[in-house]
């Protein structure tokens, strides 16, 4: 389970716990003095408009999305009592387009022996007679981290308000000897298999990261396998794994059950050392219950990510609505604890995303689910516009600190691209981006948008890309540079970015960023790389936050089209 922020700041008590003393083993940020600390009033400055949060205090995780007679279930760690981590319940909003929510009373809280000291990460899993369950992580009185389910009270109920935590079932998967007690969490949504449920636990032996194999015949008594689904050397804990199946082509999605030919597999940690969410794309071999990544796909700190900005934790379930897979993802805050407390609310989640096999079958691709469409209002074009070097052109006629924009740039020559140099890594885009920025004039790019950016450009959250040239291919950087984004001190303004693998044999770049007063979420190449950054501007905030569209390289540049939509808020009925 996910209780860290994404840096270090004031006010906080750390530990960490030795592996054989059976307490919890994890670096938390804990601020007793204000885990219960209510807010009288909630500031509404850099709320969200159209991101998943609720009226007031913190929330983390996203536990068990799942898609049940025809309405969303959405459970979230949530603490009711302030807005820092801890007094964590599970909390649960419905809705029918993942859009429009109702918040309801929370599914599960700590209530007994076996999770008394938590009630932490999970899944859900539809069994056959289209009966839910849940499997969640409980802490017990002795700081041991043990798996727990709980089912609907009643069936017929649309909302499945209460859930209940069977008795004399629990815990249904306890930590055996050799198994880390104290790093021992967050099942996965279960498959069915061979006359078997399976279910993957994270873990991690020293600091190696562990994906814990379990099967079960009836779904309450769980067996350890001989060896693990997976696991990876020098990765620290695997925080909230997912392990789940893809078409080799198309965008449909696939129940975690199907196996076939036409399949690969994906397998999801979320690293507690980096606070990043990284997958593989592999082999599922079934008659060994193992899982193998591909040769193309990195095992560890270097490899794929989800987003390569502030986005962990993550989940993912099959909407058999639609036939698609979603995913949901943690939005962290990145200003400071006193920040949070004093403005009575921390964290958000990523507007949900649909995700499918790249055609090259060695990535995923994302893109924002059709549903979020349904909001967009007033809309703006910018067609056939040359961006030459300096240019900025504002994008007007929309609300520009609540916005989707859509944008595909043209290039029309490659031939003054910028060498890469040998000396930079292709593992560290962020490093890359932090030491060129969005000002370095290079040969093409940098260009792109600069969001919320004030009149005179003093405050500007530039999502651009660069281009270079290496000896056997175009290398193409996407960047989000949180370090113009606001005149306050205090904050965390990291430079994300990610490298997009991409043909420009058509010489065109797209870029599609959801802008919403404090986050901007971008997904580049139709969703090959994605990156979200928490900004909070003082100057370009509500009608005094301006869009542009500029380049910054000697090179011109097209904006081939552009649209802009203003967002409107959804129907919250929390």
């Known amino acids: 389970m996910a209780v860290s922020k994404l840096l270090s700041l004031t006010l906080f008590i750390t530990f960490l716990c030795a592996v054989n003393n059976g307490r919890v083993e994890a670096t938390h940020e804990i601020y007793p003095q204000f885990q219960s600390l209510s807010a009288v009033s909630v500031h509404q400055l850099h709320r969200t408009a159209f991101h998943f949060q609720p009226p007031k205090n913190w929330i983390n995780d996203p536990n068990a999305p799942m898609y049940y007679n025809g309405i969303y279930h959405f459970f979230y760690q949530y603490n009711p009592k302030g807005a820092v981590w801890g007094n964590i319940v599970w909390a649960h909003s419905v809705s029918k387009d993942m859009i429009n929510w109702k918040a309801l009373e929370p599914a599960i809280y700590p209530s007994h022996r076996f999770d008394r000291k938590g009630a932490w990460s999970g899944s ?97 008594h769980w067996i350890k396998a001989k060896h693990p689904l997976h696991s990876a050397p020098r990765t620290g804990m695997w925080e909230c794994p997912d392990f789940y199946p893809i078409l080799l082509s198309g965008k449909q999605g696939l129940d975690t059950s199907v196996l076939g030919k036409q399949v690969k597999h994906i397998l999801k940690v979320s690293l507690d050392v980096t606070r990043y969410d990284y997958y593989t794309v592999g082999t599922y071999l079934t008659d060994e219950d193992r899982y193998v990544p591909d040769n193309t796909s990195i095992d560890g700190w270097a490899g794929l990510r989800y987003d390569y900005g502030n986005f962990y934790a993550s989940k993912t379930f099959f909407d058999p609505a639609k036939k698609r897979r979603i995913l949901w993802g943690w939005v962290n805050e990145s200003d400071t604890t006193s920040d949070d407390v004093r403005k009575g609310w921390a964290g958000i989640q990523a507007i949900p995303r649909i995700v499918w096999l790249d055609p090259n079958q060695r990535q995923l691709m994302q893109w924002p689910i059709q549903e979020l469409e349904t909001l967009r209002g007033t809309n703006v074009k910018m067609n056939h516009q040359m961006l030459k070097t300096g240019d900025h052109i504002e994008v007007k006629g929309i609300s520009a600190a609540q ?48 969001a919320l950016a004030s009149e005179n450009l003093e ?74 950054s928490r900004v909070y501007p003082t100057l370009a905030v509500l009608e005094n936050a301006h869009l542009y569209a500029f380049n910054n390289g000697t090179e011109t540049i097209i904006v081939e089209n552009l649209n802009a939509w203003s967002m409107k808020k959804p129907l919250r009925m929390n």
């Not at 997009?500 to 969703?527: C, M, P, Q, W, Y």
Request: positive net charge; hydrophobic residues 40%; glycine residues 8%.
């Open 459 to 532: 405050e500007y959250t530039p999502v651009f890309f660069r281009i270079f040239k290496s000896s056997q291919k175009h290398i193409v950087l996407l960047c989000s540079d949180a370090r113009s984004s606001s005149l306050k001190d205090g904050l965390y303004k990291p430079s994300f970015a990610g490298f997009v693998d991409v043909d420009l044999t058509d010489k065109k770049l797209s870029l599609r960023s959801l802008i919403d007063h404090s986050v901007v979420e971008s997904f580049g190449a139709g969703g090959k790389t994605c990156i979200t």
């Open 124 to 220: 859900a899993t539809i069994l056959p007679g289209n009966k839910p369950v849940i499997l969640y992580t409980g802490v017990d009185p002795n700081d041991r981290q043990v798996q727990n389910s709980a089912v609907p009270a009643n069936l017929s109920d649309p909302y499945l308000r209460k859930w209940i935590k069977p008795a004399g079932l629990n815990p249904v998967v306890d930590p055996e000897a050799g198994v880390n007690a104290s790093a021992f969490r967050d099942p996965t949504t279960a498959w069915w298999l061979s006359g078997h449920w399976r279910m993957v636990v994270g873990s991690k032996r020293n600091h190696r990261g562990m994906a814990y194999l379990y099967r079960s015949r009836d779904f309450i």
């Open 403 to 450: 916005a989707d924009v859509d944008v595909t740039f043209y290039i029309p020559s490659l031939d003054k691209v910028e060498a890469f140099n040998l000396g930079w890594s292709l593992t560290d885009a962020q490093l890359l981006c932090a030491k060129k920025g969005s000002k370095v004039q290079g040969g093409i790019g940098p260009f792109g948008l600069l």
